[in-house]
Structure formats: structure tokens, C-alpha cells
């Protein structure tokens, strides 16, 4: 057992010296988690492993919504909804000092509610406003560091890839998990907005005001943003009236933001076969990574990592919420090294035995605060928290994505500048975290609602 253990851990540290040497994070599990199961159980058993692995994986129902929210988004990026989301955004913030910023944020969480990418609504959002708040005299770090932040939105406020594969892990229900995001997603928008306030309060020079538009243009912003509002309503919202199951949903959606694209003139032949083209690459990634990770899950178990971690923190006398906020530092590093999706899918089948070896502690301490927790609204709260940290990453040197996409629609603002215009946000997320953790009847609330 001592052999398999220290075996188990030995591939841990090859795999994150793979991830270090920048090789694809789902070719490093695939080729650990592959030998590592030739090691401890011979060729035969890594053959009959592979022989239905990937078939297993991948007939999945509950993954079918993949493919159909990430073709969701790459429509919705072609059919000009950003467009009109920021301008109506514009037209209601824009006269505040910092207005355009906030225009910024709300607009993004609108994108980010139809795409369910952070990086989609991030490079999107970012080629429709970082213009608009350039030419207005924002402030390099203010405006880059708006759009990175506010691509972040897309991975919570439902629908979310990220949210449907954390699901799929750990054996939760899409729609509660979707139902559980939206308050927490919404805290998010709220906060971002303060944030902007605090900063052109402290730095009146960098988000200057814009004139107040006219009523005739008001209402026509206004309107533009019904659409957008229409797909959110029938696509969320019949999922959580039980109208249908988020496949359906998802092709609903597809379906109504084709229609709107076509509508513009937006989304002819070209289009349409860019965004189906991109679909089958982001698809393919993210199955590749699924495969990668469950092998990896595999060599993992045989080797007893999980088991032995759970064990050792189980039995370290920490308290278990102290525990959990050790996850959930440890996914903020590890969000350092790779992409949220990656993270997710690599540290969730090692935190997860963590989480249910702590789980009669952290029900005790929640019962003790007043609030009391099943073993599923457990998995719901931490499923949240651990996509709301996953978030950090997308923003945290040296990979925050969003600050590459962003700086790179940006040449003339540095990336450390990026980096210094994204902190507030960083420490408004921080401190996010810390209203969840110590109210998590928030993240429950309308999944208790809506039971019944």
C-alpha cells in the first residue's frame, strides 16, 4: 500500500512539472494517469480501462448540454448582443462618474447570462466597450481591469459550462446547482459596481462622466436589450419552472439566438459555420480534459491519494471550516497555474473524499450557526464557493486569462498595469467569499425555495 501511495504521489508531482513545462493539461493527466495505471495494475488493466472509458465519459446525457451552451455563446458572440447590451448599459449608467465602467460589468453579466464563458464574454465585451471607455478618458488600469473582471461573470451566473461539468463530477443536479448561482451571481454584479464607485471616488480622473443621453435614445437602448432578456427568461427561467431540462433549454437557446442573429443580418453561412467550427474545437478540449481527468481520477484511487489525504486532514484537529478554507486557498494557487476548467476538473476528484470525510464536522458547525445543512445543500455550497475561487485564477498572475485577452486588445495599457486596475475586484471577490462562508443560506436559499 506504501508503494502504491508513494507512486500515487510521485505522478502528482510529475503531473504538476508537466502543467509547469506548459505541456496541454489534458495530455499531461492522460499520459500520468495512464502509466500510473499500467504501474500499479498492469497493461492489461490501462487496455480494458481505455476500451470503454471514453464511451462511458461521453454518452453521458447530463454532457450533451455542453456542446449546446458553448454553441449558445459562440452564436450569441456573432449576433450582436454585446452590442446592445452595452448600449443600453451605457444609456442607464453612463452619466454616473465611472458610469461607463459600471456600463461595463452590467453588460457582461447579461453576455456572460446568454454565453456561460468567461473568456467569450471577456474578449467580446472587451472589443465593444474598451474603445468606448478608452475614448471616454478612462484610465488604462481602470478599463482593462473592468473587462477582466467582468469576464469572470460568465462562469457563475447560469448557464455555465464550468457549473454543468462541477455537476457532472460530483453526481449534483444541474438545475439546483444553476438555482444556487444566481443570488451568489447576482452579489457579484452588486459588488463590482461598488467597487467602480469606490475607485473614481478615490481617482476621480480615471472614469470621468459621459453626458446623459436623450429619452428617444434611452428607449431605444432600452429595448434592445428585450432579446437578450427574452432567451435569458425562456431558457433560465423555464429551467427552474421545470419547463425542461437544460438540453432542451440549451437548444431552445440556440435556436432563439440563431433566429435574432438571422433577424440582424448577423449570422449568415460564414458565421454560422465560425461558430460551429469553434464549438467542435472547444468541445473537443473539453472532452479530451474529461477523459484526461478521469484516468488520472483512476490511477489516483488505486494509488489511494484521495484517500489518504482525506484521512490525514480528516484526523489533522482542524476545525472542518478551516479545512475548507485550505481548499479553497488551494484552488486560488492553483488557479496561478492553469485554466479554471482544468482546475476544476483535476481538483475536484482530490477535494471532493476531503469534503465528505469533513462533512459531519462542517454540518455541526453550520447547525451550531444557525443554519442547517443536508449532505446535498453541502455539495451545492462548496460547489459554488469552489467556482467562485476558480474565478480568482482567471485574473491572478502569472496566467489570468482575462488579463491576457484583455491586454491584448490593449497594447498601449502594460499588463502590470492590468494586473494593479484588476486588485479591487480581486479583494471585492475575496471578500464574496467571505459572506458566503459565513452566511450560507445565500448560495441556499432559492434551491430550498424552489424544492418546496
Not at 65 to 87: E, K, T
Not at 88 to 93: D, G, K, L, Q
Not at 301 to 327: H, M
Amino acid at each position: 500500500m506504501l508503494d502504491a501511495l508513494a507512486t500515487g504521489f510521485a505522478g502528482l508531482a510529475i503531473l504538476v512539472a508537466l502543467i509547469a513545462a506548459r505541456m496541454p493539461i489534458a495530455y499531461a493527466m492522460m499520459l500520468v494517469g495512464g502509466t500510473g495505471i499500467a504501474v500499479l495494475g498492469g497493461p492489461a488493466i490501462l487496455l480494458a480501462q481505455l476500451k470503454t472509458l471514453a464511451y462511458g465519459q461521453f454518452a453521458t446525457y447530463d454532457l450533451s448540454v455542453v456542446p449546446m451552451f458553448v454553441l449558445m455563446g459562440a452564436l450569441a458572440a456573432r449576433a450582436g448582443l454585446s452590442q446592445d447590451l452595452f448600449r443600453a448599459a451605457r444609456a442607464w449608467f453612463g452619466w454616473l462618474r465611472g458610469g461607463l465602467a459600471m456600463a461595463a460589468i452590467t453588460a457582461c453579466a447579461g453576455f456572460g447570462a446568454v454565453c456561460g464563458s468567461s473568456l467569450a464574454t471577456a474578449s467580446t465585451m472587451g472589443r465593444v466597450a474598451l474603445p468606448e471607455l478608452k475614448a471616454h478618458g478612462y484610465s488604462g488600469p481602470l478599463a482593462t481591469g473592468t473587462l477582466a473582471a467582468g469576464g469572470v461573470l460568465g462562469i457563475l451566473i447560469p448557464p455555465s459550462v464550468v457549473l454543468v461539468l462541477y455537476a457532472v463530477l460530483v453526481e449534483a443536479n444541474i438545475v439546483t446547482m444553476f438555482m444556487a448561482a444566481l443570488l451568489p451571481g447576482i452579489i457579484a454584479v452588486a459588488m463590482f459596481l461598488a467597487t467602480i464607485a469606490v475607485v473614481v471616488a478615490l481617482r476621480p480622473a480615471s472614469g470621468p462622466p459621459s453626458e446623459a443621453v436623450g429619452a428617444a435614445e434611452f428607449r431605444r437602448a432600452s429595448l434592445g436589450v428585450i432579446p437578450v432578456a427574452v432567451i435569458f427568461g425562456l431558457v433560465i427561467g423555464g429551467i427552474y419552472a421545470g419547463l425542461f431540462t437544460p438540453t432542451p433549454a440549451a437548444a431552445a437557446g440556440v435556436f432563439l439566438v440563431t433566429l435574432y442573429g438571422a433577424a440582424r443580418r448577423l449570422l449568415g453561412w460564414a458565421a454560422l459555420r465560425a461558430a460551429l467550427l469553434e464549438t467542435a474545437r472547444t468541445t473537443g478540449m473539453i472532452y479530451l480534459i474529461l477523459l484526461g481527468a478521469e484516468l488520472l481520477k483512476i490511477f489516483m484511487s488505486r494509488g489511494g491519494v484521495p484517500q489518504a489525504t482525506a484521512a490525514w486532514l480528516g484526523g489533522s484537529g482542524l476545525p472542518p471550516l478551516a479545512i475548507l478554507v485550505l481548499l479553497l486557498l488551494a484552488l486560488i494557487l492553483l488557479g496561478c497555474l492553469m485554466d479554471s476548467l482544468s482546475m476544476i476538473l483535476l481538483a475536484i476528484p482530490f477535494f471532493w473524499p476531503v469534503l465528505v470525510e469533513i462533512n459531519g464536522g462542517l454540518y455541526v458547525a453550520a447547525s451550531e450557526a444557525g443554519f442547517g445543512m443536508s449532505t446535498e445543500e453541502l455539495k451545492i455550497w462548496f460547489g459554488i464557493l469552489a467556482l467562485i475561487v476558480v474565478e480568482l485564477g482567471l485574473i491572478t498572475p502569472p496566467v489570468g486569462m482575462n488579463v491576457f485577452i484583455i491586454s491584448s486588445l490593449d497594447p498601449e495599457t502594460p499588463m502590470a498595469a492590468t494586473f494593479r486596475g484588476v486588485t479591487p475586484f480581486f479583494l471585492a471577490e475575496i471578500l464574496r467569499v467571505a459572506l458566503l462562508l459565513g452566511f450560507p443560506a445565500i448560495v441556499l436559499f432559492l434551491p430550498r425555495v424552489l424544492a418546496g
